[in-house]
């Protein structure tokens, strides 16, 4: 079935799932249909996405994508999800292998925490509001970065999931195998209080995480790193507003 209406589609693309949506153009937030696919290979995976774009008419596209990608117009890699660890991933254009298949629209790349804090500016519909951090904590920690009325690129794209934070008093976690940047003495809040993390700390699962009672000391540490990361935020990007979100 093909949907002929003023259509807006978006792709969000995870480690584990890739999911496809459409929604109206006057009303982006309210999805029309969806579909999820299970993130294998680029190929494989990618082929599933454009075949389901293929067969719906919307005027624009919207990939946000787990990273490190590219997301620098003027760049020759542009569309690219880089260095990233998700294993056969590497250096993936993304965009040109959807734009291949989807030549009749406009195609916007970014990542998948600078997409949302976008998103939240944008529903907020406060003048005044200029700034925003949008932090998800998952697997890793990522932050975007709204500012000044557009996400935040520069060099790369923010990483503030690997900044160093002071060690709560008394935190005996090794930290060895859940860090990127493996500097020494160097308290990576990612390493420290992401759910790989989280899970070490309470001796369970990931998966199990969500069992533990409210008082379980794993949220104190989660709360410590998390509270370090805001502050560093505050006093180097100088957010109006952070929002904290799951992965």
């Known amino acids: 079935t093909i949907i002929r209406r003023t259509m807006l589609a978006a792709v969000e693309g995870g480690g584990t799932t890739w999911v496809c949506a459409v929604a109206r153009v006057e009303a982006p937030t309210v999805v029309v249909e969806s579909a999820s696919f299970e ?104 932050v975007g970065l709204f500012i000044n009325g557009a996400p935040v690129h520069g060099l790369l794209h923010p990483e503030a999931g690997h900044i160093s934070c002071p060690l709560a008093p008394g935190d005996d976690l090794d930290p060895t195998g859940l860090t990127s940047l493996n500097c020494a003495n160097w308290h990576e809040v990612e390493g420290m209080c992401a759910t790989r993390a989280l899970a070490r700390r309470a001796g369970c699962d990931a998966a199990d995480l969500k069992d533990l009672d409210d008082a379980h000391p794993v949220w104190d540490a989660a709360a410590h790193y998390l509270a370090a990361m805001c502050a560093n935020l505050v006093l180097v990007v100088s957010p109006q507003k952070i929002i904290l979100s799951g992965g």
């Open 39 to 142: 993130t294998t290979t680029p190929s494989e995976t990618l082929s599933k996405i454009a075949a389901w774009l293929e067969a719906r008419e919307f005027v624009a596209l919207g990939i946000a994508s787990f990273g490190p990608i590219d997301p620098r117009l003027e760049s020759p890699t542009y569309g690219y999800i880089t260095a990233t660890p998700k294993p056969g991933w590497q250096n993936t254009d993304v965009v040109g292998f959807l734009r291949a298949r989807l030549r009749r629209v406009p195609i916007k790349f970014d990542t998948d925490v600078n997409a949302p804090a976008l998103a939240e500016a944008r529903a907020a519909a406060d003048a005044s509001l200029t700034s925003l951090a949008y932090v998800t904590v998952g697997t890793g920690i990522g």
